[in-house]
């Protein structure tokens, strides 16, 4: 009858050598779910920026006139300064983009710089959207842009085409 | 008695390989799972992003084709509110009828005027609720809403 032999220190040292395989291997795996993970949040964050400040842009393109454009700044806008005739409105969106000016997760904020003409004020606006904490895995420090638009929007001052 | 050692020796040392493939089977199991629940939360996502973004993309997309003066206005539907969409072939009047109707969003093209049912129009995209407002004249407003996300777009039309 064959013998089966058996050597344990063998099979210890083999056991061992796999387990640190495993685990190394197990480390690079978590590490790409996690990234995996974080990204999807990152293009989510995108998608729900770029609805956000696409909209509000398209809400300011509707105006007749400068006026109802700061108008409506001043109302859906929590905080609004004004530095060498260039306005700036924030307002912030908490972890699952809901308007919230407690817990500050995300900041959408506005730029607009007025230039006056005798035929009506041509305003350049930026809107960008800020994650106000690094997203994890990401060695950045302070905001990080999420999106941003630039454009030129001109108010005549008779009301322009449509405006009669 | 040397017999005895060498089998209690043997005995631990087994218990013990045991126990790392013990290991190596439970780590296995957890990142499994972890990979799988992760896995599952980003189809999830992409497929309530992917709802929302496409319908109101849609929409978007099909009033900018037509936004020209009197091109498109929302008006109801047997109660509910709908995008109409003007359009002229051949110099007939056409329309184009987009609006939310048992879960989906429909799309009915038909002649000015003609008569018709919800249920007849062609289902574009799954949704879970989708609201159509006029908040100004040239301003429409768009809510989506899947699961427990909802997205809103503004829409600025020349269509007055």
């Known amino acids: 009858m064959n013998k089966v032999s058996f050597n344990p220190m063998v099979s210890l040292s083999e056991i061992i050598l796999s387990v640190s395989i495993f685990v190394v291997a197990g480390i690079i795996m978590l590490n790409c779910f996690a990234i995996a993970r ?28 400068a006026d109802e454009m700061h108008e409506f700044l001043n109302n859906s806008y929590e905080s609004n300064s004004i530095v060498n005739n260039t306005y700036v409105y924030t307002k912030y969106y ?15 904020t506005v730029i607009i710089s007025d230039k006056n003409s005798k035929s009506g004020n041509l305003v350049k606006i930026k809107i960008s959207a800020e994650k106000e904490k690094p997203y994890n895995f990401i060695k950045k420090e302070g905001t990080e842009q999420i999106y941003s638009i630039e454009s030129k929007r001109f108010f005549p001052v008779s009301g322009g085409f449509y405006g009669e | 008695m040397h017999k005895r050692n060498n089998t209690s020796q043997f005995s631990f040392q087994f218990i013990f390989i045991m126990l790392l493939h013990l290991i190596i089977v439970i780590l296995s199991v957890m990142i499994i799972s972890l990979g799988k629940n992760i896995y599952d939360n980003i189809n999830k996502d992409r497929n309530i992003n992917y709802q929302l973004r496409v319908s109101l993309s849609y929409i978007a997309n099909k ?16 109660g509910v509110n709908a995008v109409v969409i003007n359009e002229v072939y051949d110099e007939e009047n056409y329309q184009t009828w987009i609006y939310f109707y048992d879960g989906a969003i429909y799309e009915m093209f038909t002649d000015e005027n003609a008569v018709f049912e919800l249920s007849d129009g062609m ?13 100004k004249d040239n301003l429409y407003k768009f809510t989506a809403e899947s699961k427990e996300k909802s997205a809103e777009m503004y829409l600025s039309v020349y269509s007055e």
């Open chain 1, 38 to 65: 974080y990204t999807q949040i990152r293009a989510n964050d995108k998608a729900m920026a770029g609805a956000i400040v696409q909209s509000d842009f398209e809400i300011i393109k509707s105006f007749d006139t």
């Open chain 1, 94 to 108: 908490d972890e699952n983009w809901n308007q919230n000016y407690i817990d500050k997760e995300y900041a959408v």
């Open chain 2, 63 to 78: 009033i900018r084709q037509s936004d020209k003066k009197e091109g498109t206005e929302i008006k109801e539907l047997h």
């Open chain 2, 123 to 135: 289902k574009v995209v799954e949704a879970d609720f989708f609201k159509i407002e006029e908040v």
